[in-house]
């Protein structure tokens, strides 16, 4: 249902308990019916590009949800609700206006991909490194000042992107601890520990962007 013109997502779809994917990309939608939390059986969602500012407390009911795509749009905040897609192992919400994430994000135990690449970020909640599983993190073009210490928990953390993430941010020590890492991106404002050039391995590139 990509590139439909479609203003609002047809009734007709709700009636459908089994489906497991949903393409909705490149349309008009500015906002989702409560009714989405009816698609207990969809494992992904394709939003992006459409006019959405917020999605309903319902996506929480989405069980099975694996992806979760909606970048291209004007969200501005995330419902708590979201830490109730206990399966969810994809959030990409690149080019939208968020400024923060909610600290429930934090209940994500599968999450291995979070895209937050041009937003307006300016805090990340500690919460973010209860995701023990989380494998590539994208801050790029942001506005953040630093990332909590309490990301030193993502050990499996293999590419961590942060090239205009904001002025002057800083990687706490705690990164030092990383054996998964291979890709980190930055940019010169970027401050990096020391223990992370020193103890830079060939596995582990660094990009100044």
Request: contains cysteine; neutral net charge.
């Amino acid at each position: 249902m990509s590139r439909q013109g479609l203003k609002e997502i047809p009734d007709e779809v709700f009636e459908m308990k089994h489906l497991k994917i949903l393409k909705l990309y490149g349309n008009k939608i500015d906002s989702i019916s409560p009714r989405i939390g009816e698609l207990v059986n969809l494992e992904k969602l394709y939003i992006g590009k459409n006019n959405l500012t917020h999605f309903p407390a319902e996506i929480g009911e989405l069980k099975n949800l694996k992806l979760l795509s909606a970048q291209y749009n004007e969200i501005q905040y995330l419902t708590g609700a979201i830490g109730k897609l206990d399966n969810l192992e994809e959030l990409i919400l690149n080019q939208n206006r968020l400024k923060t994430i909610p600290v429930e994000i934090g209940k994500l135990k599968n999450l291995k991909s979070l895209q937050l690449n041009f937003n307006f970020m300016t805090y990340l909640p500690p919460e973010l490194g209860n995701c023990t599983n989380l494998e590539f993190l994208m801050l790029n073009r942001n506005m953040i000042e630093k990332l909590p210490v309490e990301y030193g928990k993502l050990i499996h953390l293999k590419e961590l992107y942060l090239a205009g993430a904001g002025n002057l941010v800083e990687i706490p020590e705690s990164f030092c601890e990383f054996r998964s890492l291979y890709t980190l991106e930055i940019d010169r404002y970027t401050l990096v520990p020391p223990c992370m050039w020193v103890h830079k391995t060939n596995q582990l590139r660094i990009y100044v962007r």
